[in-house]
């Protein structure tokens, strides 16, 4: 079982609508959750943290639920220009930095 | 305020070859990651380092792959003896000294073996 999972897509949406990725991960360890956004032949871009009180940024609402190891992305009014592979990423705790990817749910946002 | 900058951008060598990936991380940072992005795969943590120490490099191959990050001067990461296979996106990211999650990448080296 991948450490990340995730949804591969692509989610074809036109634009405005709202849209919602889901991931889960498997290690109970896992401290600190991302999301990032990757645009085609790019550097992944930190979105936004995860907290477990849920946060907003804009149009951007991230959840999370430890108890079932679950991690949301909920993107309102889309945009052409949101159009990018959306990463799930956990970080476990314990001292350790590195970070853990999900393979990425693409996202297609359609005039 | 420069981010990761990370040069050459794109590098093309042939198999038996040496390659050496440079990685700056922005100012203020002293710890550097290496993660590398193999075709239509996620991206894979190799090694996490700070001034002259490697912290982790529990995600490097056993053979031909070392990195480095010196006292003065930016991070390696070395890859000698190239196959075909170690084609790839490679990623460098930074973050602060302490207490910070948060990674921020580089615009990576793509490694093409001929």
């Known amino acids: 079982r991948k450490e990340v999972e995730q949804d591969p897509g692509p989610f074809n949406v036109p634009e405005g609508a709202t849209v919602a990725f889901n991931c889960t991960y498997s290690?109970?360890?896992?401290?600190?959750f991302f999301w990032y956004r990757q645009d085609c032949r790019k550097e992944p871009k930190l979105l936004m943290s995860?907290?477990?009180s849920g946060n907003e940024d804009g149009r951007f609402t991230a959840q999370l639920n430890r108890a079932s190891q679950y991690i949301s992305l909920l993107i309102r009014d889309s945009k052409l220009s949101d159009s990018a592979t959306y990463l799930c990423?956990?970080?476990?705790?314990?001292?350790?930095?590195?970070?853990?990817f999900g393979t990425g749910t693409q996202l297609k946002v359609e005039l | 305020n420069a981010g990761v900058m990370q040069n050459p951008r794109h590098l093309v060598r042939r198999r038996g070859q040496e390659a050496r990936l440079r990685c700056s991380p922005m100012?203020?940072?002293?710890?550097v990651y290496w993660y590398r992005q193999l075709p239509e795969e996620g991206l894979k943590f190799m090694v996490y380092?700070?001034?002259?120490?490697?912290?982790?490099e529990s995600g490097m191959p056993k053979e031909r792959f070392s990195a480095e990050f010196p006292k003065e001067g930016p991070s390696i990461l070395r890859i000698q003896q190239v196959v075909r296979g170690d084609s790839a996106a490679y990623f460098c990211?930074?973050?602060?000294?302490?207490?910070?999650?948060?990674?921020?990448f580089g615009p990576g080296t793509r490694l093409t073996v001929t």
């Open positions: 290690n109970s360890a896992s401290q600190s």
């Open positions: 990211a930074s973050s602060p000294p302490t207490g910070a999650d948060e990674q921020y």
């Open positions: 380092l700070q001034k002259e120490n490697i912290i982790d």
């Open positions: 100012k203020g940072h002293s710890h």
């Open positions: 990423v956990v970080r476990k705790g314990g001292g350790g930095n590195k970070l853990t």
């Open positions: 995860v907290y477990s």
